[in-house]
């Protein structure tokens, strides 16, 4: 039962540091990206009870609906968002992750309706989406 605070913690963690960079320079790094994969792989294969291929699963279904999106957006989506989704999919699941992919978009059409934005940083939504999912355990 510990591994689930573990992985919880090192998402939580993971996703700030990712807000913070992205509302600084809106530019989500690859080699960060697969540092945050690498990560879960670790804790899941270290600490996690389930099959590691229902979190490979999730990860490649969210990252194929995020990629569809971003292509009907025309760009909408960056190749970091996407990647961070994806990686969040496997952290903890497709559910989850679909949750906070909704919640974040409100956030996200939320802000830009309010401050007339073109292009924002998307990971400070997704984090805070996260929170907000974990708060009410959506």
């Known amino acids: 039962m510990m591994w689930i605070y573990i992985q919880l913690s090192y ?13 600084r320079t809106q530019i989500l790094p690859d080699r960060w990206i697969l540092a945050a994969f690498a990560g879960s792989l670790v804790i899941r294969v270290i600490y ?5 291929f229902n979190y490979i699963g ?8 995020i990629i ?3 292509l009907i957006s025309n760009g909408g989506i ?15 699941g497709l559910y989850p992750t679909l949750m906070v992919l909704l919640i974040s978009c409100v956030f996200g059409l939320t802000y830009v309706a309010i401050w007339k934005r ?5 990971a400070p939504f997704v984090f805070l989406s996260f929170m907000v999912c974990e708060i009410v355990k959506i």
Not at 11 to 23: H, K, Q
Not at 78 to 92: I, Y
């Open 78 to 92: 960056g190749g970091g968002d996407v990647k961070l989704l994806t990686w969040l999919g496997f952290s903890v």
């Open 48 to 52: 996690s009870p389930g099959s590691i």
């Open 11 to 23: 998402v939580v963690v993971v996703l700030l540091i990712f807000a913070i960079r992205d509302i």
């Open 118 to 122: 073109g292009t924002i940083p998307f």
């Open 68 to 70: 569809i999106i971003a």
């Open 58 to 65: 999730a990860a490649l279904c969210v990252g194929g609906i």
